[in-house]
């Protein structure tokens, strides 16, 4: 089966193709238009404008990837929520349209599941064994879910107000460092101490699997300015920041792990690319619960993109979870669970 995957959440336009057998699906074509160039100066996305460029960009990547007609594709995945609403509409506009046009089944995708699904991009097929613990870190989202089957999802805690990858962003912006904020802290940490700064640890000692990534940029912010805001401290701030980030994350992850007793543990999203974060959990993993599988998405799979759209549009498409085109909406604040 082969589906057409689209993704317009935000500031990336990108399509895909996918091809799915059993519970293993292979990209046979995958394709991101970026627009981080565009709103590197407004030092963040700006929904307009960047609706406004998908629909500059989505009809010649449209052309690029498949026949006029469709050919070859069994069915088409959109996501259609979260994210900002005017990039949505640009996306599952075009998704409503192809299976009118082409008379293909539609699939909408929620964002957050498209993201788990990039762990099933590997050149080289494992089984995924359940059940499954997913760290979901992103701009937008900081959320610890157990996936007990294909679609089937349990919400164990969130973020009670930043996500991880906006406070990156946001101690970006107070070290002065450049747009994208969350790579740019990643980079500088690697030449910091960790240790010259300590910072708050938020909720690490709470019962729950909740988050909270206000206090520790606050924190941030303040420590920065009494000390001086010199430059050859910013290392070790953004080294700091990133270790009590990284450490909350491996902390509330490690007690999930122990009470759930998954067999599979997963990490997806943008942040799912800082490698302290993939070090510092495959570590604790590997010490604490030996037998468990820590799997990691390919980098290029962590950012947006289609072909992890699709991938999870294939295993709704299994169990004929399709929608009409004519109801399907854009809903930024669609939930995993």
């Not at 998908?54 to 996501?79: C, F, Q, R, W, Y």
């Not at 900081?142 to 679609?151: A, D, H, P, R, S």
């Not at 790579?183 to 700064?197: D, H, I, Q």
Request: contains cysteine; glycine residues 10%; proline residues 6%.
């Amino acid at each position: 089966m082969r589906i057409f995957g689209i993704e317009t959440s935000c500031d990336e336009t990108a399509m895909a193709i996918v091809e799915g057998k059993g519970d293993r699906v292979k990209v046979k074509a995958n394709i991101v238009a970026s627009q981080m160039k565009l709103h590197e100066k407004y030092g963040g996305v700006v929904p307009e404008v960047a609706a406004r460029q998908h629909v500059e960009t989505i009809i010649p990547m449209l052309s690029e990837i498949v026949p006029p007609n469709g050919k070859g594709i069994d069915a088409i995945a959109v996501t259609y929520g979260p994210g900002l609403v005017p990039a949505l509409r640009v996306g599952v506009e075009l998704g409503r349209t192809l299976s009118l046009l082409w008379q293909k089944p539609l699939i909408g995708v929620n964002h957050l599941e498209g993201h788990i699904y990039s762990n099933w991009l590997k050149p080289r097929y494992k089984p995924m064994v359940f059940p499954a613990l997913v760290l979901i870190v992103s701009g937008k989202h900081t959320e610890i879910v157990l996936m007990k089957g294909y679609g089937k999802y349990q919400l164990l805690g969130e973020t009670r107000d930043d996500a991880a990858g906006e406070a990156f962003d946001k101690v970006a912006r107070i070290l002065g460092l450049p747009y994208p904020g969350g790579p740019a802290v990643s980079r500088l940490a690697k030449e910091g101490n960790g240790s010259r700064f300590d910072l708050p640890r938020p909720m690490i000692d709470s019962k729950d699997f909740d988050f909270s990534f206000s206090g520790l940029k606050t924190a941030v912010l303040y420590t920065w300015r009494e000390a001086g805001e010199k430059k050859a401290l910013k290392a070790d701030m953004a080294a700091s920041f990133q270790e009590a980030a990284v450490g909350v994350l491996v902390g509330k992850m490690t007690k999930a792990i122990a009470l759930t007793k998954p067999k599979t543990v997963m990490i997806a999203g943008g942040v799912a690319a800082n490698e302290h974060l993939r070090s510092r959990l495959g570590k604790a993993i590997k010490k604490q619960f030996p037998k468990v599988k820590f799997i990691v998405p390919e980098m290029k799979y962590t950012g947006d993109n289609a072909a992890m759209i699709a991938a999870a549009g294939y295993f709704r498409a299994l169990k004929k979870d399709f929608v009409d085109p004519r109801d399907l909406e854009a809903n930024p604040n669609l939930g995993l669970v």
